[in-house]
């Protein structure tokens, strides 16, 4: 066996008998997340507003040889996010891995923003990363373990056009991710970010037209000219890319690796 397949093997292997929260997990990353921890042995929770898609992906894992939990949950309301974090771990009996994923993107120039669009986005994107890590903090902190993961962004480091009131909440979850560090650190609980560049997941395809609109230039030119400018080869990153990478957080045994920013973007944003 070469060093790389045993190393992909370890890492199928690692999760044993975890239990993963993964909100907005019925679609995108979020679901390629989930796959991916299922894979690696961990029983999930696919936390989403669309409980008839989370329970696909539920089947879907259950037809994989997996286990899973279809979750309702809005990240906004601290009820939801309780009563959710509850029924997961009163089915799989503890919380190891909690990934705070679930988002929305909004495209506008910042003086076309209407507050209410504005402070949509910071609901969904920080305080539904504050919720739900309150609430898993409620079982990892007594079980002293625990792996929670921010799904930041290279706008957790980076500015562009269009973008402001994302680009603030991205920066600020690295902010809620370090203070986390080093407060979950006498509980054995870590904490993390993966900041992506440009997937081609929904959420960036509705961007594209969007873009192009607004700055007056052709879709390929956003493509090409905004999003993938500053790659080193022009290509987007993956979703298998950014699942492997949770997976390997979420196994990473020791506080050697925590408040620390990840980031998966072919050189876009480099650190």
């Keep these: 066996m070469s060093d790389h397949t045993q190393v992909a093997t370890q890492l199928q292997t690692s999760l044993q008998n975890k239990v993963a929260l993964v909100t907005g997990s019925a679609s995108g990353l979020g679901k390629a997340m989930a796959l991916a921890f299922a894979k690696a042995g961990a029983a999930v929770g696919i936390a989403d507003l669309d409980l008839e898609k ?21 990240v906004t309301d601290e009820s939801s996010v309780n009563q959710g974090t509850e029924a997961l771990v009163q089915k799989f009996g503890r919380l190891d891995i909690l990934v705070a994923n679930a988002g929305i993107q909004i495209v506008k120039r910042l003086e076309k923003f209407s507050h209410e669009d504005w402070k949509k986005m910071l609901a969904i994107h920080l305080d539904g990363a504050f919720l739900c890590t309150k609430a898993a903090l409620k079982y990892m902190y007594p079980q002293r373990s625990g792996s929670v993961i921010y799904m930041g962004s290279v706008h957790s480091h980076e500015a562009s056009k269009l973008k402001a009131p994302y680009v603030t909440a991205k920066h600020g979850l690295l902010g809620l991710a370090r203070v986390l560090a080093k407060e979950g650190a ?6 993390n970010v993966i900041c992506p560049g440009f ?3 929904p959420l960036v395809e509705k961007q594209i ?12 030119e956003v493509i ?12 987007f990153t993956t979703i298998e890319d950014i699942a492997q990478t949770a997976v390997y957080l979420a196994a990473f045994p020791t506080n050697a690796l ?3 920013s990840i980031v998966v ?4 944003f480099m650190q």
């Excluded at 329970?55 to 949950?73: F, H, K, P, R, Y």
């Excluded at 973007?265 to 876009?268: L, N, Q, T």
Aim: charged residues 25%; proline residues 2%.
């Design 54 to 74: 989370a329970q696909s992906t539920v089947d879907l894992i259950a037809n994989q040889g997996g286990q899973a939990l279809a979750i309702e949950m809005d």
């Design 186 to 191: 006498e509980y054995g609980v870590r904490s």
């Design 199 to 201: 997937v081609r997941t």
């Design 209 to 220: 037209p969007e873009q192009a609109a607004d700055l007056g230039i052709s879709e390929q």
């Design 224 to 235: 090409e000219d905004v999003m993938l400018k500053d790659t080193v080869d022009k290509e």
């Design 258 to 260: 925590t408040g620390q």
């Design 265 to 268: 973007s072919h050189g876009w």
